[in-house]
């Protein structure tokens, strides 16, 4: 499986940005079983989970990005987003995809995607 993640920039503060991240390389069966999540990290600090979305639609939020933050997933596609806006600077990070299996071993990550926010 390879997860290619895209949509990262630079973007003012209060703006917006949508992540998308598609998964190739993979069956179409083996994108249902899993759950779809976005990760950050930024210099020195540890990656930290954003967003996920279950294989039944379930999605969850991290506290500092509830009611701003959106993710979904499109299976038919392969892919899942993240809506990010009214972006705060402290939103500033690299941002990675990864698709992990319920009930099995898969657990992959995209190549990241810089997303900068400025005041």
């Known amino acids: 499986v390879q997860l290619q993640a895209s949509g990262g920039g630079s973007v003012q503060a209060g703006g917006s940005l949508r992540l998308s991240c598609k998964a190739s390389r993979t069956i179409l069966s083996v994108f249902w079983g899993v759950t779809l999540g976005w990760y950050r990290q930024t210099p020195g600090k540890q990656r930290e989970l954003v967003a996920q979305i279950t294989s039944e639609n379930t999605p969850d939020y991290a506290d500092f990005v509830q009611g701003r933050f959106t993710v979904s997933r499109d299976n038919s596609r392969k892919s899942t987003y993240l809506q990010m806006n009214n972006l705060k600077p402290e939103d500033t990070a690299v941002y990675y995809c990864?698709?992990?299996?319920?009930?099995?071993?898969?657990?992959?990550w995209g190549q990241g995607t810089q997303v900068t926010v400025s005041s």
């Open positions: 990864n698709l992990r299996s319920e009930n099995g071993p898969l657990n992959y």
